[in-house]
């Protein structure tokens, strides 16, 4: 195993040299530390604000004192955090809240593991926040902060058009003409130009239309939604409706838990619609430059049959997706192969091969959603794992969502709860869950699975399906009914040997064995995230743009939503709760740099 970069321990009760505090008032505590926190802000005494922290504490600040995404870990560099930013900042007016949902409380996440976790809000130079705030209890009835979180919301003096800011004008006649304009771009040229209609996209436009940043969504398919709705059939999201909600717009209380891939396509269209989006679809960037000296792009649009425009715009936003181009395995003698060979993203339905014989190499979502699908069928499939898989049942999926994506709790909030804590912490809490949930509430399956010889982990480090997200983006398998039928001999497995080649009739294995396939599905992942902007820009700005996706030495996501090393480009990636909450971050980043109030050569820390 290599050297896991985030080595830290939890301040269990044990290391802290003290016993369960469950007499304690939440509300007293964190009204006692806020206040203390509050003065040194206010007098600027960084000593004194990283007193208030464990000597190895965190500060994780998501645009509210760095314009960018960033973990500081320990008294010393949070200090250094501090006094490169905190004056520049402004940072004041921290108020507790004590509203249901955000009230202090004692939280105890194992037995031998208590915090007590306080919100507030706070006012800087330019916005508001939210920030969390987890507190540990020490010798002497003392309590000091092992993570806080600070969260910028809003804009002070560019609010999101919202509820009583929305357009009061009554309209006569005059708004599907006004529509066609504003969507045609007749009188001007949009500030952002976002590639890719998928939910990204289409979140990320509409967060920046409500704060008054003109923006146009580019996407080479004919309709909206057609990223989604061009998947296999048997495509449906593995999470919960909870956790997959729309920005402004939320899923009726009638919609399924689990939505459809063509049930959701169809709600990002009416979402750009309802939304007032402006999308251009079956359109093309077929030509970039990038001006250095007045940061903004020239960008050449064919748009399908309607022409071709020219376009001067200050950003473009890729929404293309998490991976880049449909990755396959180059294995010898294809040619040879006398049935059809087809990556994930190609394949449609099994109810075009009924009465054949089917191969799906992969072992993750896609693949396990497909290979049911062919089951479902009555297709003879055989899945074919190239490595082990962490796989996880829904239920215990949406137990480990549901604490705070559920019905009554506000999404905002429940954002705010899910990415309070810094990757280290996450990391080590799951290290300890992901083994109890496989030792409990999953071992029937997994042991199961292992039976039939299915190789199974607990992801990277032993920390589950996040480590694989947010470091891979894959790796791991949301059973919806896929593992019963591999237990069940339905789904067939084959691994322990290398493909070596095609056959006339299948694939070839090292270890001399023959599978014989009518087709084979490659469910093989995607490639990297910036082959579509390399497309659209060119080599020279692709080499100046970090990784993206993955994590930083910090445990940030690198690359998204957060500047990626060149002006003026942006990525726009994950899932639909990642896309709802950063979108918004990244709309904020954008209006501050057009309104002046971003820099980035004046952050430094």
């Known amino acids: 195993m290599a050297t896991d970069p985030f080595p830290q321990r939890l301040p269990t009760l044990d290391r802290l040299g003290v016993t369960d505090p469950s007499n304690v008032s939440p509300s007293e505590v964190a009204t006692e530390w806020l206040n203390a926190f509050s003065a040194a802000i206010a007098q600027s005494d960084t000593a004194a604000v990283t007193d208030l922290f464990l000597e190895d504490g965190f500060w994780k600040d998501v645009i509210a004192l760095t314009w960018d995404f960033r973990t500081f870990e320990g008294r010393k560099d949070i200090k250094k955090l501090l006094d490169a930013r905190l004056t520049a900042t402004g940072l004041h007016e921290l108020c507790l809240l004590q509203e249901p949902l955000n009230e202090p409380a004692l939280q105890k996440v194992y037995h031998d593991f208590v915090w007590l976790r306080l919100c507030f809000g706070f006012t800087t130079k330019h916005g508001k926040g939210t920030g969390v705030v987890y507190l540990v209890p020490l010798p002497g009835s003392k309590w000091k902060a092992y993570t806080l979180l600070t969260c910028l919301d809003a804009l002070t003096d560019f609010p999101q058009k919202l509820g009583p800011l929305r357009s009061k004008e009554a309209d006569h006649g005059s708004w599907e003409e006004k529509r066609r304009q504003e969507t045609e771009f007749s009188n001007n040229d949009p500030t952002v130009i976002v590639i890719g209609a998928g939910h990204s996209g289409l979140e990320t436009a509409a967060r920046l239309k409500y704060i008054g ?8 398919k004919p ?3 057609d990223s989604w709705r ?5 495509l449906c999201l593995h999470d919960t409706i909870w956790y997959n909600q729309t920005p402004y717009l939320n899923f009726p209380p ?3 838990v689990y939505t459809p891939a063509a049930k959701l396509a169809d709600w990002l269209e009416g979402y750009a619609n309802f939304l007032e989006l402006d999308v251009w679809t079956a359109s093309t960037i077929t030509k970039t430059s990038w001006n250095n000296s007045t940061k903004t792009w020239t960008v050449e649009v064919n748009r399908g049959g309607k022409g071709t425009r020219i376009l001067t715009v200050k950003h473009l936003v890729f929404a293309t997706g998490s991976g880049g181009r449909p990755k396959v395995p180059d294995i010898p003698g294809k040619a040879n192969f006398k049935g059809s060979a087809v990556h994930s993203s190609e394949f449609k339905s099994a109810a075009n091969h009924i009465g054949k014989k ?3 190499v992969g072992c993750c979502n896609s693949a396990h959603d497909i290979a049911q699908d062919f089951c479902t069928h009555g297709v003879d499939i055989t899945m074919y794992q190239r490595s082990s898989t962490f796989v996880i049942s829904t239920e215990s999926v949406a137990a480990m969502l549901g604490a705070v994506y559920k019905d009554d709790f506000p999404t905002e909030l429940a954002d705010t709860y899910n990415t309070s804590l810094p990757w280290a912490v996450v990391r080590r809490l799951h290290q300890r869950m992901v083994p109890m949930v496989a030792e409990t509430a999953d071992k029937e399956i997994l042991d199961g699975l292992a039976k039939v010889g299915f190789k199974t982990n607990l992801g990277i480090h032993g920390a589950g399906i996040m480590s694989l997200f947010l470091e891979r983006g894959g790796g791991y398998y949301i059973d919806t009914g896929a593992s019963k039928s591999i237990i069940d001999g339905g789904i067939k497995i084959k691994n322990g040997s290398a493909i070596e080649s095609y ?7 090292a270890d001399g064995t023959e599978l014989q396939a009518d087709i084979i599905v490659f469910a093989t992942g995607y490639g990297d995230p910036r082959d579509f902007m390399r497309e659209v820009c060119g080599d020279e700005v692709a080499s100046k743009i970090t990784r993206v996706w993955g994590l930083d030495e910090e445990g940030q996501s690198a690359g998204v939503w957060r500047y990626c090393g060149h002006d003026g480009v942006w990525f726009a990636n994950g899932n639909l709760a990642l896309s709802r909450f950063h979108s918004l971050h990244l709309a904020l980043q954008i209006k501050a740099i057009e309104e002046g109030i971003l820099n980035r050569a004046d952050v430094v820390i």
């Open 503 to 509: 056959t006339d009739n299948g694939l070839r294995f």
């Open 254 to 256: 009638t919609w399924p």
């Open 213 to 220: 940043v003109p923006t146009l969504v580019i996407d080479k």
């Open 358 to 360: 089917a191969i799906v």
């Open 223 to 225: 309709r909206v939604g």
């Open 230 to 234: 061009d998947r296999y059939k048997a």
